[in-house]
C-alpha cells in the first residue's frame, strides 16, 4: 500500500522569504512519481511540480525546488521568495508507475502574511 | 473552455433527492477519476475510468453512481444520500493511466441535508 505523510497541518511565512513543506512517503513501486499540488481557496488544484523517481537530479520550477531524498523516502517543497499568491493547500502526492493510483496526503495549509 | 471544468458548482440536496454532477474535460485524455475531498482528510478516490471503461471502484457505497459515454465527459449520479457524503467532489483528468500527472476541475461543493 501507499502512504503519503504530511506532518504540518498549518504552516505561515512572511512575504519575501522562504519556507519549506514536509512529505514523507511509502511505497513497493520502484519506478514511480511524485507531485506537489496546490489548492488556493475556493479555486481549482494545479500542480505545482512533479519528480521522477529515477532522476537523482531535484525537479525546480522558478520559485519552487524539491529536497528529494530517495532512500529517506522523503520529499520536500521549497518555496523562495513568498508571495500572497502562494497562500493554499499544499499536496504531496505519489505514486503511479505500474500503480496509476495517485495517494495523497491531508495537505499543509500556508499562509503568506504581508 | 479549457482544461477540465464541473457543473453544477455548488449543489444542495435532500436525502431523497437524485442528481447528477457533471465533469467534461477538453484536453483530449484518456482517463478520467472522481475523489471526494472531506476537511482534513486525505482526497479520497472513488472511480477511475479509461478509455470510457471503469477500472477501478473503491469500495464506493452504492448511492454513488459514475457514468462515463465519451472520453471526455463523466457523471457522477447521486441518489438517496447521507449528510456524511458533503463534500467537495473533484474531478481529474490524465492522458492515459500510469501517465499520472492528473489535471483537476474546480469541484463541486455538495451539502447533504
Known amino acids: 500500500a501507499q502512504t503519503v505523510t504530511q506532518s504540518q497541518p498549518e504552516m505561515s511565512v512572511q512575504e519575501a522569504e522562504t519556507v519549506t513543506l514536509s512529505c514523507t512517503y511509502d511505497?513497493?513501486?520502484?519506478?514511480?512519481?511524485l507531485f506537489w499540488y496546490k489548492q488556493p481557496p475556493s479555486r481549482q488544484m494545479i500542480l505545482v511540480i512533479r519528480?521522477?523517481?529515477?532522476?537523482?537530479q531535484n525537479a525546480t520550477e522558478n520559485r519552487f525546488s524539491v529536497n528529494f531524498q530517495k532512500a529517506a523516502k522523503s520529499f520536500s517543497l521549497k518555496i523562495s521568495d513568498s508571495q500572497l499568491g502562494d497562500t493554499a493547500m499544499y499536496f504531496c502526492?505519489?505514486?503511479?508507475?505500474?500503480?496509476?493510483?495517485?495517494?495523497f496526503g491531508k495537505g499543509t495549509l500556508l499562509t503568506v502574511n504581508p | 473552455e479549457t482544461g477540465v471544468t464541473q457543473t453544477p458548482r455548488h449543489l444542495v440536496m435532500g436525502m431523497t433527492n437524485k442528481k447528477s454532477l457533471k465533469c467534461e474535460q477538453h484536453?483530449?485524455?484518456?482517463?478520467m477519476y472522481w475523489y471526494k475531498q472531506s476537511a482534513k482528510k486525505p482526497l479520497e478516490l472513488m472511480f477511475v475510468?479509461?478509455?470510457?471503461?471503469?477500472?477501478e471502484n473503491n469500495s464506493v457505497p452504492s448511492r454513488f453512481s459514475p457514468e462515463c459515454p465519451n472520453s471526455s465527459h463523466l457523471f457522477l449520479h447521486l441518489h438517496t444520500l447521507q449528510p456524511e457524503d458533503s463534500a467537495l467532489y473533484l474531478c481529474?483528468?490524465?492522458?492515459?493511466?500510469?501517465?499520472?500527472?492528473?489535471?483537476f476541475g474546480p469541484g463541486t461543493r455538495l451539502t447533504v441535508l
Open positions: 481529474a483528468s490524465s492522458q492515459d493511466l500510469g501517465v499520472n500527472e492528473q489535471f
Open positions: 511505497t513497493s513501486e520502484n519506478n514511480y512519481y
Open positions: 519528480q521522477e523517481a529515477y532522476k537523482q
Open positions: 502526492a505519489c505514486c503511479g508507475g505500474s500503480n496509476y493510483k495517485l495517494t
Open positions: 484536453l483530449g485524455h484518456n482517463a
Open positions: 475510468y479509461s478509455l470510457e471503461e471503469r477500472v
